[in-house]
């Protein structure tokens, strides 16, 4: 069945880079795009970017100049990288697998950005 | 971008008793295709958002037939008939036209 499970440090030091793993099962990332959103404790969603079948990226203007996703097909897995964190990027970070909508999502990963 | 408003509900609905969700975009979301670009997700409690509704009216297999979609290119209505107490969470809809997909704010149901 599909699955997909993200993964990183919990906690990030001001300033500095995250990074975070969606590894994906029951489904071939060359079929289908994976998304990256966010949720701010007790707020919304927000897109961040998607990696499309082709490898090809679309990223939230907002966070365009922080973001980078890629990718390991061979491992099924899709990489989120997001430099100068600040407190605000304080979230639970969710991969989304593009489907009929986003179809599948993830547990999702709570990452504090604290000092 | 394209801004996506979410109405309130009379919270608590009654169980048993309709509910009807509301989703307005900034921009018509009817694409030269004939589809609408608008999904509408549940967020239960402590769960992450699952798809109920893809191109504003397609239902999702396995979603119960007491949800329904229907709109035009900038206004949305999400129907849930007969609320039962699984269908308590937050609803959001979302826009898939153009990046960045955005996301309303999210509409809270709570069931008496």
């Known amino acids: 069945q599909v699955q997909l499970k993200e993964s990183g440090p919990g906690l990030v030091q001001p300033s500095e880079t995250l990074s975070l793993t969606c590894t994906v099962s029951g489904f071939s990332l060359t079929r289908y795009g994976v998304n990256w959103v966010r949720q701010p404790p007790g707020k919304g969603l927000e897109w961040m970017g998607t990696i499309w079948n082709d490898g090809s990226t679309d990223y939230n203007s907002a966070l365009k100049s922080r973001l980078r996703i890629s990718r390991d097909t061979s491992k099924s897995q899709v990489f989120l990288r997001m430099s100068s964190l600040q407190t605000e990027d304080t979230a639970i970070y969710l991969c989304?697998?593009?489907?009929?909508?986003?179809?599948?999502w993830g547990q999702g990963v709570m990452v504090t950005v604290s000092s | 971008d394209i801004v996506m408003t979410q109405g309130a509900l009379p919270n608590p609905v009654p169980s048993g008793e309709s509910a009807s969700i509301t989703c307005q975009s900034s921009k018509s979301l009817l694409f030269s295709d004939g589809k609408t670009y608008l999904n509408w997700y549940l967020q239960r409690p402590g769960q992450s958002p699952q798809v109920l509704i893809y191109?504003?009216?397609t239902r999702v297999p396995g979603v119960s037939d007491r949800f329904s979609g229907s709109g035009s290119g900038t206004d949305f209505t999400l129907k849930i008939s007969r609320v039962e107490a699984e269908d308590v969470g937050v609803y959001y809809c979302q826009q898939f036209l153009e990046f960045p997909f955005t996301f309303g704010s999210g509409t809270k149901l709570e069931i008496k």
């Open positions: 191109w504003m009216s």
């Open positions: 989304a697998r593009l489907g009929t909508g986003f179809d599948y």
